[in-house]
């Protein structure tokens, strides 16, 4: 099994969960991807749902498959959001923020009254932070807030770079108009008092540390899906 088909395979458990009439977060990335692509087909079929996307990006591939979409404004209580993740340990806390989406993927799955996180077995892991940290922060006094988040990491017993993301010639920005820093921690320690430092920081709008939102992960591997709650 090719790492589509594992992505294919975690959309289409995660589908089992999505009920007739529910209002859905949906996240953004290609493992959400795939299960766009599913949930397009079960809409075609005659199944009612409407879909909050993560991402302008997300929102472009509904439109294209027919998936109807309301703004978080319009359905600001959603049932259930299902999203990917950069990589997650086995108490579901996850890294986020890979595809530059994660503060609309963090206000969308904070809004719902559960999350579930699908993903392949490549994104778990024992400590998180083999994957660089995404922290989304406001192009005013970035290099200030990137200092903060230096000082706060070197307290912590980390370093590593901080780099500001590049797209193109210039900077990557988010759909927000930010800027993504991405932390190359390596190992994140304790990653709940990191998310509690990085949000004391007045220049970080958001960072890509999930923590006690995703109440279950669908992971799929070469032998068949399996859940972790
Ligand atoms: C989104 O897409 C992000 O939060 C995460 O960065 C990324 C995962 O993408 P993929 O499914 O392509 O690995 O869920």
Do not use: W
Request: glycine share 12%; with cysteine.
């Amino acid at each position: 099994m090719d790492a589509r088909q594992m992505k294919i395979k975690a959309a289409a458990a995660a589908l089992e969960y999505v009920e007739n009439g529910m209002r859905l977060g949906i996240g953004t990335g290609s493992t959400a991807e795939e299960f766009v692509r599913l949930l397009a087909e079960k809409v075609a079929s005659g199944f009612q749902i409407v879909g909050v996307p993560t991402s302008e990006r997300t929102a472009r591939l509904c439109l294209e498959l027919g998936v109807p979409l309301k703004s978080l404004d319009e359905l600001p209580d959603l049932d259930l959001t299902i999203d990917g993740a950069d990589e997650l340990d086995g108490k579901l806390r996850l890294i986020k923020g890979g595809g530059g989406a994660l503060l609309r993927e963090k206000i969308v799955a904070s809004a719902s009254e559960r999350m579930i996180v699908i993903a392949d077995e490549s994104k778990v892991v024992d400590v998180l932070g083999a994957f660089k940290l995404p922290i989304e922060v406001n192009p005013f006094g970035q290099v200030a807030t990137r200092l903060a988040i230096e000082k706060v990491a070197s307290r912590m017993g980390m370093t590593g770079e901080i780099v500001v993301r590049a797209s193109g010639d210039g900077p990557f920005m988010t759909d927000g108009g930010h800027l993504i820093l991405d932390a190359s921690f390596g190992r994140i320690p304790d990653a709940d008092a990191l998310a509690a430092e990085l949000n004391a920081i007045p220049g970080v709008v958001e960072h890509g540390l999930f923590i006690g939102i995703a109440s279950l992960a669908i992971i799929a591997g070469p032998e068949g899906a399996r859940t972790l709650t």
